[in-house]
């Protein structure tokens, strides 16, 4: 079983950054690629990045292609999101989650072990 917490959320205007971390339990980052998702009121969740634990890959959504990067330490067993020029339309809660076979992938049905979400808040 793998636990995921993340944090880091919090309020921020618009244009500017936060980082978001993911810390997991057991063999987390040699076993599962790490992904972001975000789900806002109202919407589906949806794919933000993630990184592969088994080849050198990341994988972005093209609304935050640019302004977003996931990275992961391995000795912490933790993953980041490092997320700047934020817009309004970021606002979410945002979810650290770990896939089943470590390649890595934007498709939810891929990842097998989630965190409970942090809120991030984007005023204009």
């Known amino acids: ?3 995921l917490v993340e944090s880091g959320g ?4 618009a ?6 971390s993911c ?3 057991g063999r987390t980052f040699s076993d599962h690629a790490m992904g972001w ?3 806002a009121p109202g919407k589906e969740r949806e794919f933000v990045a993630a990184i592969s634990s088994t080849i050198d ?7 935050v292609k640019g302004r977003f990067t996931i990275s992961s330490d391995e000795a912490k067993n933790t993953a980041y999101l490092q997320m700047n020029s934020l817009k309004p339309e970021d606002t979410a809660v945002y979810y650290c989650a770990a896939d089943a076979y470590g390649l ?3 498709d939810i049905v891929d990842y097998e072990f989630w965190g409970q ?3 991030v808040t984007v005023s204009s």
């Open 1 to 3: 079983q793998v636990q």
């Open 10 to 13: 919090g309020w921020v205007q």
């Open 15 to 20: 244009g500017g950054s936060l980082r978001l």
């Open 23 to 25: 810390t997991g339990s």
């Open 37 to 39: 998702f975000r789900q």
């Open 57 to 63: 890959m990341t994988y972005y959504a093209d609304s």
């Open 104 to 106: 890595g992938s934007s």
């Open 117 to 119: 979400g942090t809120q």
